[in-house]
């Protein structure tokens, strides 16, 4: 089963809103990872984050790994048609590659 | 450069038969993972191969096995499929050194069990 606590479960927005969705864990991770998959697709690596504290953007997507490894965020900023899709987060040990994944939040964009 | 390649992309089998999935893995790369998808279940880690040597497993039962080729290719195998096998598989690959966590999947093989 899931490790990783990931909300909202689903996400109907307006086109032009922002996002927000976040993940949690009992679990200190040293790596946090944001996918996202789209119909028919495997899933796509958004963020990556490797320091406690570490702020990323991508494009209109900005990530955070949280202070207490415990914890990631994702905002999505202005947000379009195609940012229709389920995204995961994704925690890693250090040295192992047995990731743990959330169970994804689905979002649909109304334009 | 090619992404990741799996095939087959559908497949249909009736209980206790047994399947065997392939990947090929972005030129390059020589860690190879694999994930169930389900509904239910989400993404769960079944097994990681690097240079032909399983280095990570998951918990699932042995009838999930796999191998890695010295091209770097990945077969995995269910035996004696159940119902509740059906689901999306996905391969993904990495370099399988440094930033492992940054993964690139394949469009998955969706197994249906009868």
């Known amino acids: 089963g899931q490790q990783l606590n990931q909300s909202p479960q689903s996400m109907f927005i307006q086109e032009g809103e922002d996002v927000s969705m976040n993940c949690t864990s009992s679990s200190i991770f040293n790596t946090w990872l944001w996918y996202k998959q789209d119909p028919g697709e495997g899933p796509v690596l958004l963020i990556a984050?490797?320091?406690?504290?570490e702020l990323t953007s991508n494009g209109r997507l900005t990530a955070q790994f949280g202070i207490t490894r415990k914890d990631s965020f994702l905002n999505i900023s202005a947000s379009i048609p195609s940012d229709v899709g389920i995204y995961f987060c994704a925690g890693q040990l250090w040295g192992n590659n047995d990731m743990r994944f959330g169970a994804g939040t689905r979002l649909t964009v109304k334009p | 450069k090619a992404g990741v390649t799996q095939t087959p992309r559908y497949l249909i089998k009736t209980r206790g038969q047994q399947v065997t999935l392939s990947c090929s893995p972005i030129s390059g790369h020589r860690s190879v993972s694999w994930y169930q998808q389900t509904p239910g279940q989400g993404l769960q880690f079944l097994f990681e191969?690097?240079?032909?040597?399983?280095?990570n497993k998951g918990n699932f039962p042995g009838r999930f096995s796999g191998r890695q080729f010295s091209n770097s290719r990945s077969e995995m195998n269910v035996s004696t499929l159940e119902l509740g096998d059906s689901a999306l598989y996905l391969c993904?690959?990495?370099?399988?050194?440094?930033?492992?966590?940054?993964?690139?999947f394949g469009e998955g093989s969706r197994l249906t069990v009868l």
């Open positions: 993904a690959s990495s370099s399988g050194q440094g930033r492992t966590g940054e993964l690139f």
């Open positions: 984050l490797y320091k406690a504290g």
């Open positions: 191969y690097f240079s032909e040597t399983q280095r």
